[in-house]
């Protein structure tokens, strides 16, 4: 049998590969973003609770209304933004299959989608296999901030989408006031949609405010907004998220959301219908998360790496310019193999596999995980 591929260039995510291969040398992983310390028992007990309790049919298609209602609520707090549960939020198995779908809802054949990399990386195999267009710009090394001259420059008439990411994976870079501000000039007046990754809304640090594309009337008009239940509930394996949007956009999303998934895990999400009343819960994330970056900072002192300062997300960024002149990927499979510690090699996330000798570590680990990681890298001298 043959079948002509749609992503002929696609090979496998450099996720299951850095696991997989973490599994194999039995080396401490700090590649894959998941959390390895328990999720919250009271969330857990909510769960068979609702199982018990006979909430094991479908959910409502576009997500159980309580639950919207009560995104609703956060929403309106956090971001000071009236959404309407019935019309702006469908809930989803995931935030990369809100992201996926958002594309599919959009993009017609030879639609370019301007794409940041370093990029997570489902979002330019979506485009593609969606018969778009990524138009990649880099983001500004080591900051990893937007050049927003370069946006203005590459935006044309078949210009669809702009996608953006903060808390920023890989890099953990965070975006400004004047980003927004940037952002909202350029699709002033144009059709441009926005597609904004949040699933890291609240693992932020240093005291920095996240610029939600929520916060702003004018932006979410033209915009999928995208979240996941697995990043603020450590709970990666639920595949559970949501999207919002302005009512129109989101029509159109659930057209196809019906025909694709229908509903989602109807247990978890009558537990989070009942868990997110607990505020705590999401509005100390950013301080538990501070506190393990700094802790594995500190660490990392005690090794050549060189540091690229985070300021959200499960990740830091370390450099090892000068230290070897091994491309980022076989330095990641040699630290696995022979230092017993797995991390991302950042070419992973653009497409053409730019290097600049950079590895992606994932701190969203208990003290002891950190220990034995670093304790691995501290003999590594090149
Ligand atoms: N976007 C980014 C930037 C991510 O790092 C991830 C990884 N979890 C996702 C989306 C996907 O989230 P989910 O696991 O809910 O699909
Ligand atoms: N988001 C996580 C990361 O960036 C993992 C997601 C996945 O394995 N697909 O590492």
């Known amino acids: 049998m043959h079948i002509q591929s749609k992503l002929p260039n696609v090979g496998t995510t450099i996720f299951t590969v850095m696991s997989?291969?973490?599994?194999?040398?039995k080396a401490v992983n700090l590649g894959q973003g998941f959390p390895d310390f328990m999720m919250s028992e009271t969330l857990t007990e909510l769960v068979a609770k609702a199982m018990r309790d006979g909430f094991n049919q479908y959910a409502h298609v576009n997500g159980l209304p309580l639950l919207r209602e009560r995104l609703a609520e956060k929403v309106a707090k956090l971001y000071q933004t009236n959404i309407h549960p019935d019309t702006q939020i469908t809930v989803t198995p995931g935030g990369t299959y809100a992201i996926y779908t958002a594309l599919t809802t959009v993009l017609q054949p030879g639609d370019e989608v301007i794409v940041f990399e370093p990029a997570y990386d489902s979002y330019i195999p979506n485009i593609e296999v969606n018969g778009g267009v990524a138009v990649r710009i880099a983001l500004q090394y080591p900051a990893y901030s937007i050049p927003w001259d370069e946006v203005r420059a590459k935006?044309?008439?078949?210009?669809?989408?702009?996608?953006?990411?903060?808390?920023?994976?890989?890099?953990?870079?965070?975006?400004?006031?004047?980003?927004?501000?940037?952002?909202k000039s350029i699709v002033a007046n144009t059709n441009i949609v926005i597609l904004s990754d949040e699933v890291y809304e609240h693992l932020i640090y240093d005291g920095i405010r996240h610029e939600s594309i929520l916060r702003h009337k004018d932006l979410l008009e033209r915009s999928f907004v995208c979240f996941s239940f697995g990043k603020t509930y450590h709970c990666t394996g639920w595949k559970l998220g949501y999207c919002i949007a302005a009512p129109s956009l989101m029509a159109e999303f659930r057209k196809v959301h019906q025909?694709?998934?229908?509903?989602?895990?109807?247990?978890?999400?009558?537990?989070?219908?009942?868990?997110?009343?607990?505020?705590?819960?999401y509005l100390l994330l950013g301080a538990t998360l501070q506190q393990k970056r700094d802790y594995?900072?500190?660490?990392?002192?005690?090794?050549?790496?060189?540091l690229i300062p985070s300021h959200g997300s499960y990740f830091e960024c370390y450099s090892y310019k000068g230290l070897s002149n091994l491309a980022d990927k076989d330095l990641a499979i040699y630290l696995t193999k022979h230092h017993g510690i797995a991390t991302v090699p950042v070419s992973?996330?653009?497409?053409?596999?730019?290097?600049?000798?950079?590895?992606?570590?994932?701190?969203?680990?208990?003290?002891?995980?950190?220990?034995?990681?670093?304790?691995?890298?501290?003999?590594?001298?090149?």
Do not use: W
């Open 348 to 382: 992973a996330f653009y497409k053409d596999g730019t290097d600049n000798q950079v590895l992606r570590f994932c701190f969203a680990k208990q003290k002891n995980t950190l220990d034995k990681a670093v304790e691995g890298l501290i003999g590594f001298k090149g």
């Open 296 to 306: 594995f900072r500190n660490l990392m002192t005690n090794t050549a790496f060189k």
């Open 259 to 281: 025909y694709n998934c229908f509903s989602c895990d109807t247990p978890k999400q009558v537990a989070l219908a009942e868990y997110i009343t607990n505020k705590e819960a």
């Open 20 to 25: 997989q291969l973490a599994i194999q040398h």
């Open 155 to 183: 935006v044309t008439s078949k210009t669809r989408i702009i996608m953006i990411n903060s808390p920023h994976n890989p890099s953990g870079s965070v975006l400004s006031e004047q980003d927004i501000v940037a952002l």
